[in-house]
């Protein structure tokens, strides 16, 4: 008689699943994949998942092992996630074991038994939390406490932490401070997370919808029973979210549940909030900040169909849904979608997959769509909705450009920016500049002899940051202390090269010396809570300057700004990676997307070198469809993607041979396969040393998408076979959005 075989998926590196025999106890006949099992492998006990089950295996008897223990009595993951986890695998050619690793909460993947926490603690404003509140001077100088007491304020039955999230970074810190002083108080008592409000959740709230808006949700509406992407595209401000929430109540109103991927829950706090507002709570809310047990809850809140809307970042398309009805990406085009280290997935793409396979509409949407994105909704693939104006009929913000050639500049500042600035300012009114480098400049130089801040570990300058007194490496994360004098001649003429955001805060206190200035990156909120701050004094309006890194060009919306200088638009231009131009424009659109409203409109001011450039001229003179066609264009002829199907094995070793002999030698394995492929390379990566390492890369590229993973199935086990030296390090990245 046949013995039935498990096929255990357990967490390594290797590239397959692996056989044992059931437990001895085991009830067979309520065996179903998804299910959790504990195995031994090599010398240790691991937990792995049933991925399914067969008469037989190529295990030798002896070597075959039985399983300790089935863990779950209905399986963890149904049969339509195992289905889908296994599709993205085969995609991206990456081992079983790390995917789930990817796709499950750690705590799952350690044992923790998958039942519903019990019904959390919630925190409500208590009376003295309310006359604090309604005094506002016992407040003024903690807006982080301010905003939370004012979010609290409206819901008599409480919210837990885990939903304040939503208004501060790290609510708990915050809530021990308020309870201190009797401002807010626990309890357990389950209600409804929605505020009492009537108005809010009545027809009176929510707008009528304009006529593209209503179409775009027709549109969807008629195809709900089925699978059909759709590209959403519209300007900030267009009314896009509106129409997600519409869509949703649609889908909820069919006793299904919706999934929302957005690229970072931190920037997105609008939207988070509007959601809370007028969705039927609770919202499963996932994303890297939460621990592992509010991971782990937001997870059973949405398996379990308590959580009839699923927001979360790029991992969240592997949330289990009971019954899904819709997937919707955000800012599809935003780059952070895509897992850069270990399994490299495109969220937005996986999205689309598992869309397919539920068979359910997904809907992408953005201000300006990845290229990708555009050229399958010119093949008819997607369904193109767009959304033309802005609500109310505020217009888009005009772009003018500075030609930043023989101009005296003020730290990187042109004197038109700098004046218009000034007139801006004078009228009250707020001046957004984005510049995106963080710290105070770039490099460091001797004037006498030329030496430069060069990383020891990295081919790369490290960045000055004044006010830490040290310099940084952005690659590496080495640092070290400013110096004083030259190293190489002891001359003391030191001297920062280029700008900073930190190098544009002091020149502009300089220039506008009464007004205050808010900047925005990394470095400004490293601590928690500190960004929300920054926020409140934006939205608190008046003359301001606001300076940033793209962690000021992405979800929140700033009405008073009616300038928007883009520092430095060079970077973009002149790319080494054919994807530059593309990022570059979607960020000065997304920055110009956060200024202005209807009755305050706002201009766009971009300094560049190269007035000239016929993208950038595309870009001010036509707007982004236009832009995005002429790239298009420059794609196909140049057989670039989306015209043709990339993969990149990228290899790294403490020398640069060791990286080379590496891909030589998997060159050397794709020569009887590569049929329909062209393989490049290798060449040593553009930064080829990084942190210590040397880089290099081999670039497999094919005109049809199923000739490369055609090639790609041949390969990788050849290469995962390969005796190889043990110093080196390689990955595989499908449809690479970096190319370095
Ligand atoms: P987007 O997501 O494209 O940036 P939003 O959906 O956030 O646009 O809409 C911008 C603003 O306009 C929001 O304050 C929203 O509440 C409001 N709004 C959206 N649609 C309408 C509408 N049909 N009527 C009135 N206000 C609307
Ligand atoms: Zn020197
Ligand atoms: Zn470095």
């Keep these: 008689m046949a013995t039935l075989i498990l096929r255990i998926a357990v967490p390594s590196p290797l590239d397959r699943t692996f056989d044992y025999l059931p437990p001895p106890d085991c009830d067979l006949s309520a065996l179903a994949p998804g299910v959790r099992v504990r195995v031994p492998f090599g010398h240790r006990d691991v937990i792995g998942f049933l991925v399914g089950t067969a008469d037989g295996t190529a295990v030798v008897p002896d070597a075959l092992r039985s399983a300790h223990a089935i863990l779950d009595a209905e399986p963890v993951l149904s ?20 995917v789930l ?49 004012e979010h609290l304020a409206p819901y008599p039955a409480g919210l837990t932490t885990v939903s304040l999230r939503t208004t501060a ?52 509406v008629a195809e709900l029973d089925h699978f059909q992407a759709f590209l959403l595209e519209g300007i900030t401000g267009s009314g896009k979210t509106e129409v997600y929430i519409c869509l949703i109540e649609a889908v909820l109103a069919r006793g299904r549940q919706a999934l929302v ?16 507002e007028r969705l039927p709570g609770p919202l499963a809310v996932m994303h890297s900040g939460l621990t592992d047990r509010e991971r782990l809850n937001a997870w059973l809140l949405a398996r379990d169909g308590l959580a009839r809307v699923v ?5 969240a398309v592997f949330a289990p849904l009971r019954t899904a009805g819709l997937l919707i990406v955000d800012e599809e085009h935003d780059s952070s979608l895509k897992q850069q280290d270990g399994f490299r997935y495109h969220g937005r793409d996986l999205a689309v997959m598992r869309g397919q396979q539920l068979n359910i509409p997904v809907v992408l949407g953005s201000a300006t769509p990845a290229l990708e ?23 888009e913000s005009p772009i003018e450009v500075v030609d930043l050639r023989r101009q005296r500049l003020t730290e990187g500042l042109s004197q038109p920016l700098l004046a218009r600035a000034g007139e801006h300012l004078a009228r009250n009114e707020q001046v957004l ?91 400004s909120t490293r601590r928690r809570g500190s960004l929300e701050v920054l926020l409140a004094g934006i939205t608190a309006g008046g003359a301001r300057l606001l300076i940033g890194t793209q962690m000021l060009a992405k979800g929140h919306h700033f009405p008073d700004v009616t300038l928007v200088g883009i520092v430095d638009a060079d970077q973009g231009l002149y790319g080494i990676d054919f994807h530059a131009s593309e990022r570059m424009a979607q960020l000065i659109l997304q920055v110009a997307g956060r200024a202005g409203r209807a009755d305050k409109p706002g201009t766009v001011l971009i300094q560049t070198h190269q007035p000239g ?127 370095y």
């Design 311 to 315: 927001v979360g970042t790029r991992s």
């Design 433 to 523: 500049l984005f510049l995106n480098r963080r710290g105070f400049a770039p490099v460091l130089f001797c004037h006498e002899c030329g030496w430069l801040s060069q990383c020891h570990h990295c081919d790369a300058r490290m960045t000055i940051h004044l006010r830490q007194g040290q310099l940084i490496c952005h690659h590496c994360g080495d640092q070290r202390a400013v110096e004083r004098a030259c190293p190489l001649c002891g001359s003391v003429d030191l001297r920062a090269l280029g700008q900073g955001t930190e190098r544009l805060e002091n020149a502009l206190q300089t220039a506008f010396p009464d007004i205050p200035i808010t900047r925005i990156d990394r470095d």
């Design 79 to 98: 049969a339509e996630t195992l289905n889908f986890l296994q599709w993205a695998q085969r995609y991206y050619h990456h081992p079983p074991g790390e």
């Design 169 to 220: 970074r790290n609510p708990s810190a915050i809530l021990r401070t308020l309870r201190a002083k009797g401002w807010v108080e626990p309890h357990a008592a389950p209600g409804p997370e929605n505020p009492p409000n009537p108005c809010s959740r009545s027809n009176l709230a929510r707008p009528v919808l304009n006529e593209a808006q209503a179409a775009a949700v027709a549109a969807v």
């Design 261 to 276: 991927l957005v690229p970072e829950i931190g920037l997105t706090p609008q939207l988070l909030s509007r959601f809370n």
């Design 613 to 739: 450039h016929p993208l950038l001229q595309i870009l001010v003179s036509q707007g982004y469809p236009a832009f995005a066609a002429a790239t298009l264009a420059e794609r196909k002829a140049a057989l670039l993607p989306p015209f043709t199907y990339q993969a990149l094995l990228r290899a790294e070793a403490t020398t640069a041979e060791q990286a080379t002999a590496f891909l030589r030698a998997g060159l050397a394995l794709a020569e009887t396969i590569a049929d329909g492929v062209e393989l490049l390379g290798p060449a040593p990566a553009p930064m080829e040393r990084r942190a210590g390492h040397y880089r290099a890369q081999l670039l497999v590229q094919a005109l049809q998408r199923q000739d490369l993973h055609r090639f790609l199935d041949l390969w990788v086990p050849r290469l995962r076979a390969k005796k190889r030296d043990q110093r080196v390090r390689w990955s595989l990245d499908v449809d690479p959005i970096e190319l």
């Design 101 to 149: 690793a990817t796709a499950l909460p750690t705590l799952l993947r350690q044992g923790e038994p998958a039942i519903p926490p019990d019904i959390p603690v919630r925190w409500r404003i208590t009376a003295a939390g309310r006359e604090a509140l309604a005094i506002g001077t016992a407040l003024r100088r903690s807006a982080g406490q301010r905003l939370l007491l």
């Design 373 to 395: 994105t555009y050229h399958n909704a010119q093949r008819g693939r997607y369904t193109r909705l767009s959304l033309p104006e802005r609500v109310g009929g505020g217009r």
